[in-house]
């Protein structure tokens, strides 16, 4: 088995993007990236988007290998839906804080408390809590995923206490959730938004609903990722403060080059709001992983179908719904 951290490369940023190329091509591999990291990463791969938009591209894809620059749950979700596809993650220790604020063996408990409830999960949750769940939701669906049930379902909602509290305002539920959070968007403090927006005071202020609440209660626009990207190419601001990762800037940035954007930092010292696990995403880590074919995702067959099941339902109804 070879050890990624130990091999050293001598390539610089041009190469590895030149080798990245040919391998994509010689083993028949798509790359697909999450916004948020690294942007050099998100410019060479052949999808970026959220988890969503993500998941729907593992489904319909015709390569042979699925590379995942993300975090692990989101390639763990890539093989649940393509089981009979090789998917790689560059680094195998690329986590979720929020993934990881929800431990199977404690949920289960959880859950056990309430067996007149379905339980609704976030996507990014690990591949066993999915076995546990019976829908599946994402950021961009969730609030019409939930409203797709009659308002007397009693219903669990997992991992994200933020996100959670968010649905329970929109849709006027009272939604049971699970005591976990993104340190990313929950370490975001109101007082940095307050400072922006006297110094950007034409700036709408746009944000992740996995912020708090009093975050969300200062926003313009409350969006999944790709909904907040949209609102940006969209929406006549010429400025916008972003509560998010840093990582969506560079699209952003991309596709409204006239406009200015602002990250809320995760606190004084910094001016980013960096994922610590998305940052673990390099071009070598990545060349290596392609060229080595690891670390690669294994689930076993019971998982892969148990978790596929509350996906599947997902897609189900938001196809129903004109979703996708």
């Known amino acids: 088995m070879i050890l990624q951290e130990k091999i050293k490369t001598n390539f610089d940023d041009t190469e590895l993007i030149d080798k990245i190329e040919q391998l994509k091509k010689e083993k028949n591999a798509i790359l697909l990236a999450h916004f948020?990291?690294?942007?050099k990463i998100q410019d060479i791969a052949d999808y970026v988007g959220d988890s969503l938009g993500l998941s729907q591209k593992a489904v319909k894809t015709n390569a042979d290998m699925i590379v995942f620059a993300g975090v692990h749950f989101m390639a763990e979700t890539a093989k649940i839906l393509s089981p009979d596809k090789k998917v790689l993650i560059p680094d195998f220790d690329a986590g979720c804080s929020l993934a990881n604020s929800c431990p199977p063996q404690e949920f289960g408990l959880f859950k056990e408390k309430y067996p007149d409830h379905i339980v609704i999960s976030y996507i990014n949750c690990s591949a066993l809590i999915k076995t546990m769940s019976d829908i599946i939701c994402t950021s961009g669906n969730a609030v019409q995923i939930v409203e797709s049930f009659p308002k007397n379902q009693k219903i669990l909602f997992a991992p994200d206490k933020n996100f959670g509290g968010y649905i329970n305002r929109v849709?006027?539920?009272?939604?049971?959730?699970?005591?976990?959070?993104?340190?990313v968007h929950d370490n975001l403090k109101t007082e940095s938004i307050i400072k922006m927006k006297n110094k950007y005071p034409d700036a709408k202020v746009i944000a992740h609903p996995e912020c708090k609440e009093q975050i969300l209660e200062l926003a313009d626009?409350?969006?999944s990722t790709t909904a907040l990207l949209n609102f940006t190419k969209k929406d006549k601001a010429k400025k916008f403060i972003v509560a998010t990762e840093s990582g969506i800037l560079h699209q952003m940035r991309k596709e409204s080059p006239q406009k200015e954007f602002y990250i809320v930092a995760k606190d004084d010292k910094s001016n980013c709001?960096?994922?610590?696990?998305?940052?673990?995403?390099?071009?070598?880590?990545?060349y290596l992983?392609?060229?080595?074919?690891y670390p690669q995702i294994h689930l076993n067959n019971e998982i892969i179908i148990k978790a596929r099941k509350p996906i599947e339902r997902m897609f189900e109804i938001s196809r129903s719904l004109g979703l996708i």
Do not use: H, P
């Not at 992983?289 to 074919?293: A, L, P």
């Open 289 to 293: 992983c392609m060229k080595n074919e």
């Open 36 to 39: 948020y990291v690294d942007e």
């Open 221 to 223: 626009f409350v969006g």
């Open 273 to 286: 709001n960096d994922c610590s696990y998305m940052k673990m995403n390099s071009l070598q880590k990545l």
């Open 171 to 183: 849709t006027g539920r009272k939604m049971i959730f699970w005591n976990g959070a993104c340190e």
